[in-house]
């Protein structure tokens, strides 16, 4: 008993000595594993740059917004009362004034379109319709001469053929150019303008019928191919037909807006 007694004496201090290194040792262990967190993470931290994230700075708090100030409700605005009495007495006079232009339409008080037109404006659209008539006529003299003449100089009608046919042209023509004069174009905006170029052309037009007939007396017998150029009545008719021309452009300069606006056909100086 005693024996056991020294053993158990020498037992139990050593054994709480190698329990006391066991605990240090331990802790020795676990202090240096920490050291060599932070220096790895310091070395990371250096070779990207910047701080570690255990180094990193608190953020900053930003400030709360301040409320924007509620805008008061205004006062709601008293709405005016309409001058009914004014209305009245302005339209009674107006009335008073105007009574055929107070009247209204029973369906929806609407104005007729048709009242708003001028008479002057209706008195326009018809000269225009009666122009519009004699430039269709003059259309159909010009394409007779042009069709006789080139038929004649192909050796596809006989001279004496195309000289009745331009024998008629100039009767067209002269009647043509009566009719004109006789048309009354005074309320068309540049009327004056319009008759007196169309007259001008009429009438060089009309003397180059004149010399393609001088021309086709000529030439009555020739063999084909019949002169052309070479005759002085047929340069004489190229000559007043370039000056008709002229006179149809400037006609034509006045007429195709206006026929433009009022609905009337257009022409070019090669056509009328």
Not at 197 to 217: G, K, T
Request: proline share 7%; with cysteine.
């Amino acid at each position: 008993m005693a024996r056991h007694r020294k053993v158990c004496g020498v037992l139990l201090p050593a054994a709480m000595i190698a329990g006391l290194l066991l605990a240090a040792t331990a802790a020795t262990y676990e202090v240096v594993r920490i050291h060599d967190r932070t220096v790895a993470a310091f070395a990371a931290g250096g070779r990207s740059g910047g701080r570690s994230s255990l180094w990193r700075e608190p953020a900053r708090r930003r400030p709360w917004p301040r409320a924007s100030p509620v805008p008061k409700p205004s006062a709601p605005a008293r709405p005016a009362m309409p001058p009914v009495q004014k209305t009245v007495t302005r339209r009674a006079r107006s009335a008073a004034r105007s009574p055929a232009g107070s009247a209204r339409s029973p369906a929806g008080g609407a104005r007729n379109p048709g009242s708003a037109r001028s008479p002057a404006g209706s008195t326009e659209r018809a000269q225009l319709r009666e122009l519009a008539t004699l430039l269709r006529r003059s259309v159909a003299v010009r394409t007779l001469l042009e069709a006789t003449t080139r038929a004649v100089a192909d050796c596809s009608l006989a001279p004496d053929v195309g000289l009745s046919r331009v024998d008629r042209v100039i009767s067209s023509r002269r009647e043509l150019l009566a009719s004109v004069a006789a048309t009354a174009i005074t309320k068309v905006q540049g009327g004056s303008r319009l008759e007196a170029e169309l007259v001008a052309a009429l009438r060089y037009s009309l003397a180059a019928d004149s010399q393609f007939a001088d021309w086709l007396r000529t030439i009555a017998g020739a063999a084909c191919p019949v002169p052309t150029l070479s005759v002085s009545s047929f340069q004489a008719a190229l000559s007043d037909s370039d000056l008709a021309n002229a006179a149809k452009t400037e006609f034509l300069q006045v007429w195709n807006p206006l026929a433009a606006r009022y609905g009337q056909p257009e022409f070019g100086f090669g056509q009328i």
